[in-house]
């Protein structure tokens, strides 16, 4: 599979570089937020945890270097990605969730992003370190960024997409000198088709995943399959969204004779949003199975989540109380909290309602509960608890936008953990954030 995208990617770079490029036009976007926020808790056990209040900003910006028609350089860097005032991060070399710097990198500046995209009569080609992680809707979202090669091509409505994503290598080379094995990369195949309407598309899209980076240490290497049928559709008043996602196949594949574990892990939501002018309602119904204790040969949970790009709630799974203050649980159930990876083993249930009182007003309201789909052994309860949250998002120029939230968490009994005895605490949170698009 990989000569067969090394010979595409030899005759696409063959037909772009024979085209002359005499002058580069470049563009700009990005974003830039500033944002203060209060946790009244950090901890959901009763009596113990600081709260907690500072301020945050990032800055991120693509750029577009246009050389010719139909071939352009991608790039994309963040930038100043830190709490005001805090010490600077211990610099390491572990990659962030979302991005291709380390959190040290990104508190100064961290390229994301170096690819080129070029069309030709056969279809279009993005190869070098892009966006990831990005299928359907936005539910099961975990954008980084990662190596790959990606080909598309439409035919009228439909789109024929094919990726290939190099997630970790494990070669020897002058970064790697330890490595012992010829055969411990992580790999990702994908194919999507995807149908295009007006007011709406609908996909499906099939990853195969062969990660065998443990191979040398373990023995064992997961290969899996996630297929992802998804719409997105607007019907008169109402707009819907609806996402399932399955993994199935060896979550260990064991080169011995021990027993392999298989994968069984699911995860879908549907989402419906109806307006009548400045009034509108929704609904929210999410699930990401969680794992059997009971079933020692298979993986029900692990795998999938909510993705760290879903935040139904400000609190209980959300990307910035993830990313600024990390997990949120209590000392009897630290490790399956509110993580920071999306939700999981999870049901969750929302009604919200909202009001545009003027054109640049939007103040939304919701209640959402949640509890487990497996619960874990012995743990007293599956409540998670409810939240309700309040945000008002004011528009102060086309490109300027002010939102402030108000989120109330009561803490449901699961937090006890696997004692009764345990006591809990609710939570509640304010956050207030200026963002600029360009």
Known sequence: MKKIWFVLLMLGVSVVFSTAAPAVDVKFGG?????????DKTTLTKDHGPSTAFYFQRLRV????IAAPGLTLITRFDAMERVWGATRSTPGTTQSADSAGTTAENENIAMDWAYINFKLPVG???VGIMNDGSTGTVFGNSLTSAARIKYSYPIGSFALNLAYTMAKDGSYSTVNTSSTSADADNDKYGIEGVYTWKGGKAGMQINYYRYANTRPSSNYKRTYYLVTPYAIA????LDL????????GKYYEYDSTIS?????????WLDATATFGPVYFGGTFAYVSGDDPNTSDKREGGTLTGGRDWSPTLIMWNYDRSKWFGELASSATTGNGFGTSGMANAFLYQGRFGVRPMEKLDIT???TYANTDKKPANYVSDKYGYEFDVTASYKITNNLAYMLGVGYLWTGDYFKGTSDSNKVQDDYMVINKLTLTF
Do not use: C, H, P, R
Not at 32 to 39: D, E, M, R, T
Not at 62 to 65: A, H, L, P, R, S
């Open 31 to 39: 974003e830039f937020y500033a944002a203060g926020v209060y946790l």
């Open 62 to 65: 693509k750029t577009d270097f």
């Open 124 to 126: 279009t080609f993005d």
């Open 234 to 237: 607007k019907i008169g008043f």
């Open 241 to 248: 969204q609806a996402e399932l996602n399955y993994a199935g």
């Open 260 to 268: 392999d574990v298989k994968l069984q892990n699911m995860s879908g």
């Open 365 to 367: 309201a919701s209640i």
